[in-house]
């Protein structure tokens, strides 16, 4: 089998695959932690190195790890978190290429 890219993430127990995805409407997505086969969706408009691409990790993270805070509250975090890790000099990359939207 094929190694998917990306990289597999852990959020309170749960693992999830975490890759760059093509023609995403929006900058991120992430599966519920209800469901199989979960898979976080970061959009390949999003550039490596970007505080941009810190908060939409950041922000899809918060979603997985806390599923019944509201969007508002996410938002706010993963603007307020990226711009901090920035500010330390944090930029990321997503490994491995991207997948098309399925
Ligand atoms: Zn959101």
Avoid: Y
Wanted: hydrophobic share 40%; glycine share 8%; with cysteine.
């Amino acid at each position: 089998m094929a190694k998917r890219p990306g990289i597999r993430v852990k959020l309170r127990g749960k693992s999830w695959q975490l890759s760059r995805t093509i023609n995403l409407k929006a900058r991120g997505d992430v599966d519920s932690p209800e469901v199989s086969k979960r898979r976080i969706r970061i959009s390949s408009r999003v550039k490596d190195g970007t505080e941009e691409l810190l908060e939409v990790v950041i922000h899809e993270c918060l979603h997985g790890l806390f599923w019944d805070l509201s969007e508002e509250a996410v938002q706010e975090a993963g603007v307020d978190l990226a711009k901090i890790l920035a500010k330390l000099g944090a930029a990321i990359e997503i490994p491995g290429g991207a997948e098309d939207e399925v």
